[in-house]
């Protein structure tokens, strides 16, 4: 069965600090994996990452796709109290396969 | 421009009863799809609809039903309510066919849905 298992579950750091998230995926058919950010209701769109696109960089907030093992990271630098919420990988394959999500509170 | 738009923003339900759940996508988008996520895990797949045709289902029962509109508009309904169908339902937009590959999808504020 199709699953996407993301590490850590939760992470507490201060700001300032550098974190990395990961994502690894076992799904037949690999299409496109996705990160998104979720603070309150609706997940917000991050990253898409696909076979073309294994490496994307918005501001402070960076991520890369590993093919060959199956896995992405989400990197973010210099964290601020904003940062915090749960950081929601996706993998698209027959259909959109979520994570559980990491669970990111950064203090001041 | 407007986002994806769902409503109610909340709603309370008692077992038995059905519900229906709306959602407008983005402009210029013509996939829709449905997600439930319940309280600590991550969203789970229950529908994508393209130009009025559904492209994909989740393991979801057929309690759970959805249809597309000719304005790309949807609706998810919900019959004989169970206790365990409490959850945030999101509705998502992009603008391609079949999956989402290659196509940014944006999610909707959600409806939070409660049985009791």
């Known amino acids: 069965e199709d699953k996407v298992v993301q590490s850590p579950l939760s992470l507490v750091v201060h700001e300032g600090d550098t974190v990395t998230l990961n994502c690894s995926y076992e799904v037949t058919n690999f299409r496109s994996l996705l990160w998104y950010k979720q603070e309150k209701k609706a997940p917000t769109f991050l990253f898409m990452l696909t076979s073309s696109g294994i490496e994307k960089k918005s501001g402070r907030l960076s991520s890369i796709l590993d093919k060959k093992e199956l896995s992405s990271i989400l990197n973010i630098t210099a964290t601020q109290t904003g940062d915090s919420a749960i950081y929601l990988c996706?993998?698209?394959?027959?259909?959109?396969?979520f994570g559980a999500g990491t669970r990111l509170t950064v203090k001041p | 421009d407007a986002g994806v738009t769902q409503s109610p923003t909340h709603l309370i339900k008692t077992r038995g009863q059905h519900v229906t759940l709306r959602c407008s996508p983005i402009?210029?988008?013509?996939?829709v799809s449905w997600y439930q996520q319940v309280l600590g895990q991550g969203p789970q797949f229950i529908f994508q609809?393209?130009?009025?045709?559904?492209?994909g289902r989740g393991n979801f029962p057929d309690r759970f039903s959805a249809r597309q509109f000719p304005n790309y508009s949807s609706e998810l309904n919900v019959n004989a309510l169970l206790l365990g169908d409490s959850a945030l339902y999101l509705c998502a937009s992009h603008s391609g066919a079949g999956g989402p590959a290659g196509y940014e999808q944006y999610f909707g504020p959600g409806t939070r849905l409660t049985v009791t």
């Open positions: 609809y393209y130009e009025k045709e559904e492209r």
């Open positions: 402009s210029g988008h013509k996939s």
């Open positions: 996706a993998v698209e394959a027959y259909d959109m396969r």
